[in-house]
C-alpha cells in the first residue's frame, strides 16, 4: 500500500551543498515525475522519466540532475544548492503515455530548506 | 495567458453551504482533465476525473465545458473536512503529462 515513497521528508541545507531525493514507487508505474511547489507558483515540473532509461526536461530544470535508476526508482539531485531551491518537492508517477487518463500519484513531499 | 488558470480564492463559506470553482485551459486539444485535492501541507490526491458528460461523486460534480475551455468542481452541502485546496489538472495538447493550475483554496467554516 505504499504507492510513492520519497525521502528524505525534511532537510536542511547550506548554500552550495549538494544532496539527492530519493524516490521509489511500486505501482509498476512507467512514468515518474519531479515537481517543486512554492506559494503562489503551484506546480512545477523539473523533471520526468517518461520510462525507464529516458529523462527530459521539465518547466524549471536549471540546478538539478536526474537519474532513473530503474523502473522504481528515480533520484532529483541538486549539485550546489542554492537558496532559491528552498521549496517543497514532490516525486510522482503515472502509468505514462499509454494510458488515455494518465492520472498522477504522488509521494508526501520532501521539505527542503537551503540557507 | 497562462495554460490552466484557478482563482486562487480563499473561498470562505458556511458548513451546508454549495461552492463551485472553476478552472479555465487554454489549449483546446486538451483532452483529459482532473481536480485533485491537497491539504495543508500533504501531497496532491485525485479527486476526481472530469469527463465530458460531467460526472458525480457524491456531494462533488465535475463539469466540462468545451466551448468555454473550463472545468467546474461543485461541492454540494460543504464539511468542515472539506478544507483544502483544489488544483486542476489539463491534459492534451501533444503532451501526455498534465499541466495543473495553482489551486484555489477553500476554506469550511462552522
Known amino acids: 500500500n505504499a504507492g510513492v515513497t520519497q525521502t528524505p521528508k525534511f532537510q536542511v541545507l547550506k548554500t552550495g551543498q549538494s544532496m539527492t531525493l530519493q524516490c521509489a514507487q511500486d505501482m ?17 515540473l523539473i ?13 524549471v530544470p536549471n540546478g538539478y540532475n536526474v537519474s532513473r535508476l530503474n523502473k522504481r526508482e528515480f ?5 550546489s544548492a542554492a537558496p532559491s531551491q528552498t521549496s517543497v518537492y514532490f516525486c510522482a508517477s503515472s502509468e505514462g503515455q499509454q494510458n488515455s487518463g494518465n492520472t498522477i500519484y504522488f509521494g508526501e513531499g520532501s521539505w527542503l530548506t537551503v540557507v | 495567458r ?5 482563482d486562487p480564492g480563499p473561498f470562505n ?5 454549495t461552492v463551485a470553482f472553476n478552472c479555465t485551459y487554454s489549449n483546446s486539444a486538451s483532452q483529459s482533465f482532473f ?17 465530458s458528460s ?8 465535475a463539469q466540462l465545458n468545451r466551448a468555454s ?21 489539463v491534459k492534451g495538447g501533444g503532451s501526455y503529462i498534465p499541466t495543473f493550475g495553482r489551486g484555489t483554496s477553500l476554506i469550511v467554516h462552522p
Open chain 2, 35 to 51: 481536480w485533485y485535492r491537497q491539504d495543508c501541507r500533504k501531497e496532491p490526491k485525485l479527486l476526481m476525473s472530469v469527463y
Open chain 2, 54 to 61: 460531467g460526472n458525480e461523486d457524491g456531494r462533488f460534480t
Open chain 2, 2 to 6: 497562462k495554460e490552466v488558470e484557478q
Open chain 2, 69 to 89: 475551455q473550463y472545468i467546474s468542481l461543485l461541492i454540494r452541502d460543504s464539511k468542515l473536512s472539506d478544507s483544502a485546496t483544489y488544483l486542476c489538472a
Open chain 1, 75 to 79: 533520484s532529483l539531485r541538486l549539485e
Open chain 2, 13 to 17: 463559506v458556511p458548513e451546508g453551504a
Open chain 1, 47 to 59: 523533471y520526468y522519466s517518461a520510462s525507464e532509461g529516458t529523462t527530459d526536461k521539465g518547466e
Open chain 1, 28 to 44: 509498476n508505474h512507467n512514468s515518474m515525475y519531479w515537481y517543486r511547489q512554492d506559494p503562489g507558483m503551484g506546480l512545477r
